[in-house]
């Protein structure tokens, strides 16, 4: 089976997760991505407790420990929740624009990274969880249309401007954190050298703008292990692997 019909099975049941407490209460799971309950363990994602963190200015153990288990799948696994759970970056795959390549600096998300930690704790506000499109659309699913259509509208607006993933290539903070904890992660593409015929099928069909040939920090932070790649190389010479980023084969 191609990976992409594997992902896109897991991002609809994602979708049909994350709806599913509108209509019932007694389940195993409860809340959002944001920050959930799963089977009685506390779940919140890594971006939201260190913004909670630096805007309360309070190290609170409960929302530490809550960040851990999100934050070691990133570590092993890199931006996965990016390429199999987002839901709008499934939205932005669904949509009929264009994947072009230009605005290329893959550095920006750090930036912004940066720039909403530094906000959340001058302004006491954990920024992007309050204005963030990804939360805003989750929130959208579940509560019904509000003022928070504005900032989906100005993501799907720069998709068809910039290309279908202008947003997550260049600004999203949450794909920039998990990108900087799975840098170094296990679970990788790694590329069979005498397999491979250098047609560059991988890098054209890459919607992050990266390649799995490359081996630099922008590409490890950039790549969400979607595996487009490895469906379309014609030799089958990308996999995936527990050998890490740095395995030369
Ligand atoms: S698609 Fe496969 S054969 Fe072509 S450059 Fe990429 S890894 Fe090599
Ligand atoms: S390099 Fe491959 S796995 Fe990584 S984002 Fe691009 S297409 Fe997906």
């Known amino acids: 089976m191609k990976i992409k019909i594997f992902r896109r099975l897991i991002q609809i049941i994602a979708l049909i997760i994350l709806l599913l407490p509108i209509w019932f209460t007694d389940l195993i799971w409860y809340g959002t991505y944001i920050s959930a309950e799963l089977a009685g363990v506390d779940l919140t994602d890594p971006l939201t407790a260190l913004e909670i963190t630096l805007a309360s200015k309070t190290i ?146 890459c919607s992050m703008g990266t390649s799995p040939l490359k081996k630099s920090f922008e590409d490890a932070l950039t790549c969400t292990n979607c595996g487009d790649c490895v469906d379309i190389c014609p030799k089958k010479a990308l996999n995936f692997t527990f050998n890490g980023l740095n395995d030369k084969r």
């Open 60 to 205: 609170w153990m409960p929302l530490i420990t809550s960040a851990l288990p999100l934050t070691i799948v990133a570590i092993i696994f890199g931006r996965i929740f990016c390429s199999y759970i987002c839901p709008l970056n499934f939205l932005l795959e669904i949509l009929p624009v264009k994947r072009k390549k230009i605005l290329q600096t893959r550095i920006l998300p750090l930036v912004s990274l940066g720039i909403v930690l530094v906000l959340s704790l001058i302004l006491s506000v954990p920024i992007f969880n309050t204005a963030s499109p990804v939360f805003a659309f989750m929130r959208m699913m579940i509560f019904g249309v509000g003022v928070e259509i504005i900032l989906l509208a100005l993501v799907i607006g720069a998709a068809f401007i910039w290309g279908q993933k202008i947003w997550c290539r260049t600004l999203c903070p949450l794909g920039a954190i998990y990108g900087l904890l799975g840098v170094k992660r296990r679970f990788a593409v790694t590329v069979d050298k005498n397999k491979c015929i250098n047609c560059e099928r991988c890098e054209k069909i």
